[in-house]
């Protein structure tokens, strides 16, 4: 019965054009709620569905990112397969966390990177971080994605299934190019090796989330970074080091990928430079005044 379920689901959420990523979160969550009232899908009432929305609020602490999916996926299921119009889905709300996320300075960037001990990990992890690209961006990287004439990469159907074209430093096309002679795949530049490198010559797949997702957090512990939450999206934040070096805010929503440009403001509060020249002006002003 329950396959039933998740077949209709899965059509739904295709249909609604949700990247496959949001597809198994929201099946994911509909599969906790099933499991939590052990019984299909279409037996939960509403009231059980607030007591379930409570119960992981109030007892799990979860936090508010995860509350808010868990609230999207299953309104959605609901909604779209259930077609249930309850009241209980025109208010529920999990307000955004305001917390800023970790940031790395350029020095800590470098040390991370040092203590990569395999070449394609982190090949990856410096392109990732030298073209603010998100991890599955890329892992799917292509070598038909590389513009070497114009220095430019082709982002395919990144986050929202949006193309976009991200400047490609000169030391980034070096290690890609002495990256790719270690497997020299028509196609993906970070082939899954296997057993191998005949395999990664001919292996259509990526490399796996959890390898380059290992590498990264192998090399933040022995660089000795002991910030909070450090991980590959943590890379992204090549943002602060832009506008450090004043680059326009505008540009960098591009670059990154960002559908507002609030997302990309966020990078403003993560860098000093703005702070550190109003706090020289005001001392030459005070300066002045005496």
Known sequence: MMNDWYERSMKALQLA???EGSQQCYTR????LVLFYDKTPDLISEEELQEYFLHR??????????LRICYCAIRFFFEKVLRRDWHIFGYLKAERSKKLPAVLSQEEIARILSCVRTPHNRAYLFTVYSCGLRLQEGLHLEVGDIDSDRMLIHVHRGK??????VPLPPPTLAVLREHWKSHKNPRPIFPALGCGDKQG???ESPLAITTVVGAMKDAVRQAGITKR??????LRHYATHLLEEGVNLRVIQRYLGHSSI???MVYLHLTRKGHDDAVQI???LMGEIR
């Open 17 to 19: 054009g949700l990247a």
């Open 57 to 66: 609020r109030n007892v799990d602490k979860w936090s508010s990112g995860t």
């Open 29 to 32: 969550a509909v599969r906790m």
């Open 160 to 165: 929202g299934a949006k193309d976009r074209m």
């Open 229 to 234: 939450s450090v991980h590959i999206h943590t």
């Open 282 to 284: 005001i001392n030459r």
């Open 201 to 203: 010559a001919t292996a």
């Open 262 to 264: 609030e997302t990309t």
